[in-house]
C-alpha cells in the first residue's frame, strides 16, 4: 500500500470532482434500487388481475423512461448530502492525515440512514422504534449506496494518476 507520500496532492478541484463523482454513482445506484422497487411491486401484484409479466414490462419501462430524471435528482441529493455531512468529515480526516476508502464507506454507509432517520423523525410525535420497523428495508439499501459513495469519493479524490495526466 502507498504511503502518504506517493499520493498527489490534493486540490480543492480534485475534491470537487471526487465528490461530483461519487454524487453520479449514487444517483445511478439510487435509480437501480428504485427499478428493483418497482420490479418486486409488480411481481405482488394479483395473479387475477393481470398477467405478471405485463406488471413487470410496466415497472422496467417506468424504469427506463425515468431514468434520466431520477438520476439527475438523486445525483444533486446526494451531492448536497456529500457537501454538508461529507465534506466536513473529510476534511477533518484529511487534516488528521487518515485517507482510507474504508473509512469513507463506513462515513458513508452510517451517514445517509441516521440523515434520513433524523428527518423522518423531524416534526413528528413518532419514536425511533416505529421509524425504524416501519421502514426497516430502506435503511440497509441508503447504507449499501452510501457506503459505495464514500468509497468511490475516496478513491477518486486520492487515486496516483496516470502517465498520462
Known sequence: MPDAMSRPPLTFDRAFISLCVGAIWGGVLTDLALTAYFIAGATRSSPWSRPMALEIAKALGFSVLAAVPII????????????????????????????????????????????????????????????????????????????????TVARSAYRRPESGE
Open 72 to 151: 439527475l435528482f438523486a445525483s444533486i441529493v446526494w451531492l448536497l448530502g456529500l457537501l454538508v455531512v461529507g465534506a466536513p468529515v473529510w476534511w477533518l480526516t484529511h487534516g488528521l492525515g487518515v485517507r482510507s476508502a474504508w473509512l469513507a464507506a463506513a462515513v458513508g454507509a452510517i451517514a445517509p440512514p441516521a440523515l434520513y432517520l433524523a428527518c423522518s423523525l423531524h416534526g413528528r410525535p413518532t419514536s425511533v422504534i416505529w421509524a425504524l420497523k416501519e421502514e426497516w428495508t430502506l435503511y440497509p439499501i441508503l447504507a449499501a449506496i452510501g457506503a459505495v459513495v464514500g468509497w
